[in-house]
């Protein structure tokens, strides 16, 4: 069963531009979540999709947004982007919301000039 | 917010010896945590997981043990391989979010 994949895997964005990244979860997976990496900030939680509605968001401003997809792909947007978004933003898969145990994309690394 | 930390930073050890991380959580209604890996340009990988109901779970060559008295985690690595080299998260779920600590980077010296 192919993991859960990410496009693209990496990208450079000048400040004030927007950016919008992608995922598929495993194939029955139907949760997404979404999680930023910084150096010594560990994995910060951005919002979780499941049957296309957020069903959870964590503490950023509303310049990141995100949606799911029928077939459950989901992407995220970062609009605006400033010289602190820039990370490695993760996505995960799960059955459903709260299930044990979410999988991992390799990630996108986001560099913002 | 939730505090999921780690003990130590780094950890090396002699390849052949065992490994043991710690993870300490704040939120004593976390009912579920887990163990991931995380190496160079990758996405953390899972590598066992723990109910809050058990106090030892074992899996190939990993041990995880929970003691919710003294809210602490720990991963056990038997016989640690060079390939072991890699960071390790714990997480724990509380409430409908999971809450990652910043990750421990072991380092495998041959």
């Known amino acids: 069963k192919a993991g859960v994949t990410q496009t693209p895997r990496y990208l450079i964005k000048t400040r004030g531009q927007q950016v919008t990244l992608s995922c598929s979860p495993i194939s029955g997976h139907r949760s997404v ?12 939680f951005l919002f979780e999709y499941f049957s296309e509605t957020q069903r959870n968001k964590g503490n950023f401003p509303g310049r990141f947004s995100g949606r799911q997809f029928s ?6 947007n970062v609009s605006t982007l400033e010289l602190g978004d820039s990370a490695l933003y993760l996505c995960a898969s799960s059955l459903a919301p709260r299930t044990d ?13 | 917010g939730e505090s999921v930390g780690l003990h130590l930073p780094t950890l090396s050890v002699q390849e052949g010896d065992n490994s043991i991380i710690n993870c300490a959580y704040s939120n004593s209604a976390s009912d579920y945590f887990i163990w991931y890996k995380q190496e ?6 899972f590598i066992i997981d723990i109910r809050s109901n058990m106090d030892k779970r074992q899996g190939q060559r990993v041990t995880v043990l929970l003691n919710k008295t003294v809210k602490h985690l720990s991963l056990q690595i038997a016989a640690t391989q060079p390939g072991d080299s890699a960071v390790y998260f714990c ?8 809450y990652f600590g910043t990750g421990t980077s072991l380092t495998v010296i041959p």
């Open chain 1, 33 to 44: 979540s979404w999680y930023q990496q910084t150096p010594g900030q560990g994995l910060q």
């Open chain 1, 71 to 76: 077939n459950s792909r989901s992407e995220m």
């Open chain 1, 101 to 113: 145990t979410q999988y991992f994309g390799p990630g996108t690394r986001l560099t913002v000039l």
């Open chain 2, 40 to 45: 160079s340009g990758k996405g953390p990988q």
């Open chain 2, 91 to 98: 997480a724990e779920r509380a409430g409908n979010q999971f």
